[in-house]
């Protein structure tokens, strides 16, 4: 693995358990198609880590084996420390150990979705306190007060009654992102959540992003947005064919394509 | 026109309306029932449980109520462990029952299938963000999976609902003075069938217009979601530049 910066290395060799998220070679096959082949990331408190590559190159199958949307064939995930346990399964393939660990960490990993999946039979206010107050059993009066500071903060509080098939695009991508806030995830993961908006609409998703960033949060985003990767994320990771090609510092990686891939695939970007 | 005539039959074939209802609600809530079971069955993923649904639907889709009711009122007394049973032959051996029974077999069979379709329906991504939030399988199924499943099966669960209005009809073929049963007497005792079948046929679909309304306005009430926008009255702000 051509590693171009410190931040890579380190990534590489010492596991540290004081790690917001960390992976270790996952590995995963949809039938004999290997679309991960042993990825390994670290993200610490703080962190934004933009995710690129082409298209089928694994970087949605990452997102989802990290929060077992998917299960990985093999490998290991640590939230903030913990083991996410695996148990072998019958057929030979592993299965979590433990559902109710799985949907404790899931509750610290807030997921942000390319089509926004809010749950379209409920208003965006309870999108927002439906997760808080059934999963971490948080009082309602509480998370609703949380609700309506975060759908101010992301500039639909107007809309807070509304249903999601009644708001353009970007309202809801901003809707699902203060869906993902009001759980108090410790990494947020964000699957191309500009990918689905009409041009004029990706910008006011970023600002919310670009916010998040600053005030600290720690992100894995996969996202074909490079102004997001080269000036707001810590370090960019660019798969290609279900491998780490290349991970470092943004402005380096851009300035100094480590590998032929990443150069090609930036220039295909800029043409 | 014999109006005293239309009117003196009207009334009493609307006398025998509490009884029709009375075999609807019993049929369509045992059906519901049912329904529920095997549907829970199929969606279970057991093989049995699949085998077992699939068969009881293949049965009691494929064959007519009407067989489906004979079969259970004059056939199963033919069984001496069905006439020796303390808790099977007082039901069997009442009409009234046989039909809510028969009924109830019947509609499950469709209404499981309505359900089947509706579980499967629910757009896949609503569910992986529950998962996604950390839902238990229980809060996925009550949150997110029930409600929009519910709202998907409405139409032709309203639909399957009026179906059965029109089949309390066949109680009257063993010996119950339900609407049709009642209305098949004053023809007899009157040689005027087209006045009184006139006279059914209109409750029967005042009937059914009240059930399709009903079922139109609970269909409304749970989907505000599926209407068009409020009228927007205030202007959406921009993000702010500075968060
Ligand atoms: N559930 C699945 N079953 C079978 N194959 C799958 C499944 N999900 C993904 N794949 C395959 O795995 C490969 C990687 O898919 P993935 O969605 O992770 O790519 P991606 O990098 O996110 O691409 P994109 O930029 O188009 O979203 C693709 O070849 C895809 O066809
Ligand atoms: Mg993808």
């Known amino acids: 693995m051509p590693a171009s ?43 934004v880590i933009s995710i690129l590559g082409s298209s089928g190159s694994g970087k949605s199958t990452l997102l989802r084996c990290i929060n077992l949307l998917e299960t990985p064939d093999s490998g290991e995930v640590r939230v903030d420390g913990e083991l996410i346990r695996m148990k072998q399964g019958r057929d030979g393939h592993q299965t979590p150990a433990d559902t109710r660990q799985v949907e404790r960490i899931r509750a610290n990993l807030a997921m942000v979705f390319q089509s926004f999946n809010l749950w379209s039979h409920m208003t965006v206010l309870e999108n927002l306190v439906a997760a808080p107050t059934h ?43 203060a869906r993902a806030l009001a759980m108090n995830p410790k990494v947020m993961l964000f699957d191309e959540p500009t990918s689905a908006l009409d041009p004029e609409l990706v910008g006011e998703v970023l600002r919310v992003m670009r916010s998040l960033a600053e005030e ?4 894995l985003v996969v996202t074909h947005e490079m102004g997001f990767a080269r000036d707001v994320s810590s370090q960019v990771m660019f798969l290609h064919k279900g491998e780490v090609d290349s991970v470092g ?9 480590p590998t032929q891939q990443f150069k090609q695939f930036i220039a295909n970007f800029n043409k | 026109m014999d109006f005293d005539f239309y009117l003196s039959t009207m009334w009493s074939v609307l006398k025998a309306l509490p009884l029709t209802l009375e075999i609807w609600f019993f049929g369509i809530a045992f059906g519901l029932i049912i329904a529920t079971g095997l549907t829970w069955l ?3 993923g057991h093989r049995l449980g699949e085998y077992f649904t699939r068969g009881y639907v293949f049965i009691f889709r494929g064959s007519p109520l009407l067989v489906q009711l004979y079969l259970i009122y004059f056939g199963l007394s033919q069984f001496d462990f069905v006439r020796h049973s303390p808790i099977l032959w007082p039901i069997l051996r009442d009409p009234m029952y046989c039909t809510i029974v028969a ?11 309505i359900f089947r379709g509706a579980l499967r329906a629910v757009p896949v991504g609503q ?21 929009i499943a519910l709202r998907l099966a409405l139409p032709a669960y309203s639909t399957e609902i009026i179906l059965m209005t029109k089949a309390t009809a066949l109680a009257s073929v063993v010996t119950i003075m339900e609407m049709m049963g009642t209305a098949q007497k004053i023809q007899h005792d009157t040689f005027r069938p087209i006045e009184v079948l ?21 269909e409304y009430l749970l989907s505000p979601h599926l209407r068009p926008a409020p009228e927007q009255s205030q202007q959406v702000k921009p993000v702010p530049e500075v968060l």
């Open chain 1, 5 to 47: 910066s410190a931040a890579a290395a380190k990534a590489a060799s010492s596991p540290d358990d004081k790690a917001a998220i960390s992976v270790k070679d996952m590995r995963k096959c949809f039938g004999d198609h290997e679309v991960l082949k042993g990825i390994s990331l670290e993200a610490h408190k703080g962190d």
């Open chain 1, 135 to 177: 999963v971490l059993k948080r009082p309602r009066a509480e998370c609703l007060e949380q609700a309506e500071a975060l759908l101010k903060r992301v500039g639909i509080w107007e809309r807070r009654n509304y249903y999601p098939p009644h708001m353009s695009g970007g309202q809801q991508q901003r809707a699902a992102i």
């Open chain 1, 216 to 219: 600290g949060r720690t992100m």
């Open chain 1, 249 to 257: 510092e943004p402005k380096e990686m851009f300035a100094r394509p």
């Open chain 2, 42 to 44: 199929r969606a279970s």
């Open chain 2, 103 to 113: 009924m109830a077999l019947n509609t499950a069979a469709y209404e499981s299938e």
């Open chain 2, 127 to 147: 569910i992986e963000a529950a998962k996604a939030f950390g839902m238990s399988a229980f809060t996925r199924f009550r949150l997110v999976t029930l409600p």
């Open chain 2, 198 to 218: 006139t006279c059914a046929g209109v409750i029967y679909l005042l009937l059914n217009l009240s059930i399709a309304r009903l079922f139109a306005w609970v």
